[in-house]
């Protein structure tokens, strides 16, 4: 079974390396992108062949490793 | 309009940071985790508009910038 994991920033959260690119592209010339924000996709390949369990066990690595709770969101889904 | 980007390896690209989100996972007690890939997930606010100028644009953003096609691979969604 597989899950995608994404990381991202909390609302309100400043970005600099989404700042950095935006600036970058404005730089190369592509107007009218007002903001860019960059965050993590993690691809993970589980063992586990029960939806229910793999979700819990990778809702488990988001808290403990994948994501900082205090500044990033997480979302999963399971493929 | 929001163009959701996610930028991967290519298969068969080695992902030493991937690998070590594995091995950390292991070591904290998370058992079947098989393969860990990380990518980059960037979302952009666009004040373009129309669909299929954003998807071009945002297209022409990925090739000269925001990925590097030797060994990476990216896909758009507009939302």
Same mark, same amino acid.
């Given at each position: 079974m597989k899950a995608r994991v994404h990381v991202t920033l909390k609302h309100g959260v400043l970005d600099p390396q989404g700042k950095a690119i935006a600036g970058a592209l404005a730089s190369l010339g592509? *107007? *009218?992108?007002?903001d860019v924000r960059q965050g993590k996709y993690l691809e993970l390949e589980l063992a586990e062949t029960d939806a229910a369990k793999a979700q819990a066990a990778v809702k488990a690595m988001c808290e403990k %490793? %994948?994501?900082?709770?205090v500044i990033e969101n997480y979302s999963i889904e399971l493929v």
């Open positions: 592509f *107007g *009218g992108v007002e %490793l %994948l994501a900082n709770t």
